[in-house]
């Protein structure tokens, strides 16, 4: 058990500005293995129960909140001080606070940045989600790592660890969950592109992140984003140049809808262009598996390989799944599918987990990370440039950098 001070500086004050930290709420962090960590109440008072994962960015806090494919999870952040450049409106990445629960070593006592409207502590309070802070966060991310995501809770109304504990291995596992149609958007709308319109781009939202769209239309994509239940037909009744799909929350082996969706567009040789959720629904339309991975890749700081060019690129990632398809597919040596050659064209480069596909006959490919990343890094964005290549070609080229 690990039990430490929260917002804390020198001056022994909180955040908040009106008394010392002992004035926070206790809060009680209970993992499903019994790993048991007490410190202090952060956002809203209650409880909350999801998996528990961690990110190992710096910077990016809003943007992760916001992601709805933190949708039913924990986000333990490895950096130690969160919420010093405060909240605003501009960064949010979908219309409402995802998490399950927050978990930070040391808020921000007062934000400071031009741009921040508001705290953070204050926003995650308006949302309802339930944070601890005042624990060894450095601790908790070893054990993740070591031991794996596993379901977790946090209380500020329950003392006892064990009656805790039941109630987290009472709460539904991440393996199985169906939670695309729990974040995607209930109506059609249109995000329009800037200056001359090139494309037309049919998205389908699978979670997807305001920063995605907006990356394309400020490359002359006009961009409609649907419903994830919608056809591939509806999706072309749009006028569409080509097809998205987005990130977003759950197991991909429940998405059948959007993989259906993937195939048809590979039948019918639409341009298609996925990233992460969208990465394994190209994946299992292609004919591969996925699988959960241990911990996940979370964080803005993970470096992937790029097999057609040998570049290295820092990426932005949000996943705990992952496809299951051949390392030794490469650009040289692809694997046959239903729908021709396919090489995995990206890898991870701290464990070789699949982080792209390309097809070789088709106009189709995919990342599993994210090039809109807009807290960074931006080392991807030329992908959306590859995106309005392919639909203006027919073809994927892995030159356009």
């Known amino acids: 058990t690990h039990h430490l001070r929260c917002a804390q500086s020198h001056d022994g004050f909180s955040r908040r500005g009106g008394g010392p930290v002992s004035s926070r709420m206790p809060a009680l962090l209970v993992l499903e293995d019994g790993r048991t960590f007490r410190g202090f109440s952060f956002g809203a008072s209650g409880e909350t129960f999801g998996e528990a994962v961690f990110s190992t960015g710096m910077s990016g806090y809003q943007e992760t909140l916001t992601d709805p494919s933190y949708h039913r999870q924990v986000v333990v952040m490895t950096a130690p001080h969160v919420g010093n450049t405060g909240m605003n409106t501009v960064d949010e990445e979908s219309r409402r606070i995802w998490v399950a629960g927050f978990v930070v070593r040391e808020p921000a006592r007062i934000p400071s940045n031009w741009r921040s409207q508001r705290s953070l502590d204050d926003d995650l309070r308006t949302a309802g989600v339930v944070g601890i802070c005042g624990i060894d966060t450095r601790a908790l991310t070893r054990h993740l790592r070591d031991r794996g995501a596993m379901r977790v809770g946090i209380s500020t109304t329950e003392i006892d660890a064990q009656a805790l504990l039941q109630r987290v291995l009472d709460s539904p596992v991440m393996a199985g969950a169906d939670l695309v149609g729990q ?20 998205a389908l939202d699978l979670g997807i992140k305001a920063m995605t769209p907006r990356q394309m239309a400020a490359r002359g994509m006009e961009v409609h984003v649907l419903p994830a239940l919608s056809s591939y037909e509806d999706l072309i009744a749009t006028g569409a140049d080509g097809i998205f799909l987005s990130n977003g929350p759950g197991d991909p082996a429940t998405a059948d809808h959007a993989v259906e969706v993937a195939r048809q567009a590979l039948h019918h040789r639409t341009p298609l262009f996925g990233i992460c959720f969208g990465n394994q629904i190209l994946g299992r339309a292609l004919g591969f598996g996925t699988y959960k991975l241990k911990f996940g890749h979370r964080g803005i700081n993970q470096p992937v390989l790029d097999r057609f060019t040998g570049r290295v690129e820092i990426t932005a990632q949000n996943h705990g799944f992952a496809v299951d398809a051949p390392v030794t597919a490469t650009p040289d040596v692809p694997v046959v599918t239903e729908f021709g050659r396919v090489s995995v064209s990206h890898v991870c480069l701290n464990d070789d987990v699949v982080e792209g596909l390309t097809c070789h006959d088709v106009p189709a490919f995919s990342v599993q990370y994210l090039p809109e990343a807009a ?27």
């Open 183 to 202: 974040v995607t958007t209930p109506e059609s709308y249109v995000v329009p592109a800037h200056g001359e319109r090139r494309f037309t781009v049919a």
């Open 375 to 401: 807290a960074g890094p931006h080392d991807s964005g030329y992908l959306f440039d590859r995106f309005a290549a392919v639909m203006a070609t027919g073809a994927v080229s892995a030159e356009v950098r």
